[in-house]
């Protein structure tokens, strides 16, 4: 095997490692990480209940719930993470070893997938068994809906990277920021169709709109009607995010990895 | 006389340091528009899920405004519980992990408690201008129901002052167990925000719960911070029985500073407490790097 590609899949197994070993080596987080979303899911179906709303509104709640795991991992742990690892000292040693900074964005993604799926498929676990949404359908095409949203997303997470390296204590305050907006803006607790088309239209290039929203459709089906697009094309604009946004995030890297080493801020701590 | 002189001073100098660090990270605007964005846009989703229930195309449930009124006030004034919880947790955790220099205000001639509530004025300021542009924006824009008379100001104003000390108090008690633990531990507090936004009654009445949710939401005494708000700003929602509604408007003020009065008393000696045993433990100023 070329010796390039074989450094650059170690390096991918070697970030994921870390994640997928601390996700489960820190009870704590697991606790709170399933805890957090639960408590957010009984709040919002108890709204919806003293609404007397349809069955299925309990189940957006539920599904919206369990993929904020995704959303605050791509925040967090993906667009902050270089912000972190220059906070902590570990940036110039990254900068330093022979590997693409692509597998490292990729290695800390297919760690976050393995941990965020694990807090998800707990919410689902927990919400499902409290609140006893409608009866659901798994159809086979939930599979490609799910892994090629969470591509899409994961890229724009490692775009994000690259453009917060560049900020300081922006960082921070923008990963925060992006919480509750997006999850109004998404639909997370409700179909985001009833934002008006150009609203949602505008939310999808945020991959977890479309993705919820086919997701909804396919669980759903009685309410199927209420989705933005038929979920086929959804996919397609999935498919095209997909192959964007890791696209972009190799060219913002680079970029923004050029500037960073020119105004000296790379490994700049505190700003 | 002098103790006092230094603790208004460390108020005040702690309170403006807190400011420069919420705020100078960038333009006065944009500070503006994040310090409001969010928790509008919170706000938002419920004003979604309530129009996507009553709207003939999706859920199709008739309207029900008493209701709506309900869930809008009390999330508005939820902005203080969950600003004011993490913003003192934070600033001990920060000045410790983050920016280090809690060793330097540890050892200033001040009372680190006063520094610790001083530098909450600052979330106070930040939520009380996000609380107002909630309300204003239900009451002209989304025509929330909210009535308050002239002569239930001072009555509003009381409440208000009791509960904010109340929340301050939780946000001190949060902060002291902060000395102890690890910087990933903030979890803790977001799970007590969010224990609070589901248990006591912030968003649907808390007779929903079962005997033993109740229960839970009895013993906490914002429960009655938010019925009391309610009672002032929105009295028709005092129409939703809520398990609590039985009580008496006196009485549940007697319950509110009550409670609260124990708070107090408890974040007080919780925070000492606390700060003996990391003192002990030599961890006042540790760095827990992950």
């Given at each position: 095997m070329n010796i390039h590609l074989r450094l650059n899949l170690r390096a991918i197994l070697g970030r994921a490692y870390p994640r997928v070993i601390g996700s489960l080596r820190e009870p704590s987080w697991i606790f709170f990480e399933i805890l957090l979303p639960v408590l957010a899911i009984a709040a919002y179906v108890f709204i919806y209940q003293a609404l007397e709303a349809p069955p299925e509104f309990v189940g957006f709640v539920i599904l919206g719930g369990a993929m904020t795991a995704f959303w605050l991992n791509v925040l967090w742990s993906m667009a902050a993470q270089l912000y972190w690892e220059k906070e902590i000292g570990n940036l110039q040693l990254y900068m330093m070893a022979p590997m693409s900074r692509m597998s490292l964005l990729g290695g800390m993604a297919v760690g976050g997938i393995f941990g965020s799926s694990i807090h998800a498929s707990a919410t689902v676990l927990i919400g499902v068994l409290l609140f006893k949404g409608p009866a659901l359908v798994f159809p086979l095409m939930l599979i490609p809906i799910f892994l090629v949203t969470l591509i899409a997303l994961y890229g724009m997470g490692m775009m994000f990277a690259s453009l917060y390296l560049m900020w300081g204590r922006e960082a921070w305050h923008m990963a925060s920021l992006m919480e509750e907006p997006i999850y109004f803006v998404s639909g997370f607790y409700f179909p985001v169709k009833a934002l008006g088309f150009w609203v949602a239209l505008s939310a999808s290039v945020i991959p977890i709109t479309l993705g919820l929203d086919s997701m909804r459709q396919l669980l759903f089906?009685?309410?199927?009607?209420?989705?933005?697009?038929?979920v086929e094309i959804e996919l397609g604009i999935l498919v095209v995010l997909a192959i964007i946004f890791p696209i972009m995030a190799r060219i913002a890297l680079a970029r923004m990895e050029n500037l960073a080493r020119r105004r000296g801020g790379l490994t700049l701590r505190w700003q | 006389m002098a103790m006092i002189k230094r603790h208004w001073k460390t108020l005040k100098t702690a309170a403006w340091l807190g400011w420069q660090m919420e705020s100078n990270w960038t333009q006065p605007f944009l500070f503006a528009v994040y310090s409001i964005l969010k928790p509008i846009a919170a706000t938002m989703i419920l004003v979604l899920m309530y129009w996507v229930v009553i709207n003939p195309g999706y859920g199709?449930?008739?309207?029900n405004a008493i209701m709506f009124s309900f869930l809008y006030v009390g999330n508005a004034f939820y902005i203080f519980v969950g600003q004011m919880l993490f913003g003192i947790f934070r600033v001990i955790q920060g000045d410790r992990e983050?920016?280090?220099?809690i060793r330097n205000v540890y050892i200033a001639p001040i009372s680190y408690y006063v520094y610790v509530v001083a530098r909450a004025l600052t979330q106070l300021v930040i939520a009380s201008i996000a609380v107002v542009i909630t309300l204003l924006f239900g009451v002209?824009?989304?025509?929330?129901q909210i009535s308050l008379a002239v002569t239930d100001i001072p009555l509003f104003l009381t409440i208000l002052v009791i509960g904010l000390v109340g929340v301050s108090a939780m946000g001190v008690i949060l902060g002291g167990i902060s000395f102890l633990?690890?910087?990933?531990?903030?979890g803790m507090n977001e799970s007590v925000a969010g224990i609070f936004y589901l248990f006591c009654g912030v968003l649907f009445p808390i007779s929903m719960f079962p005997v033993w949710g109740q229960f839970i939401s009895r013993a906490i005494p914002l429960t009655y911070w938010f019925e009391a708000l309610r009672r002032v700003l929105a009295p028709e929602t005092l129409q939703i029985p809520t398990s609590l509604t039985q009580i008496d408007t006196g009485l549940l003020m007697l319950i509110l500073l009550s409670s609260t009065i124990v708070l107090v008393l408890v974040s007080y000696f919780v925070f000492k407490g606390a700060d003996y045993l990391a003192r002990r433990k030599g961890v006042i100023d540790m760095i827990t790097s992950y």
């Open positions: 089906p009685s309410v199927a009607a209420w989705g933005l697009f038929p | 199709g449930q008739a309207e983050w920016y280090q220099t002209f824009v989304l025509g929330v633990t690890a910087k990933h531990m903030h």
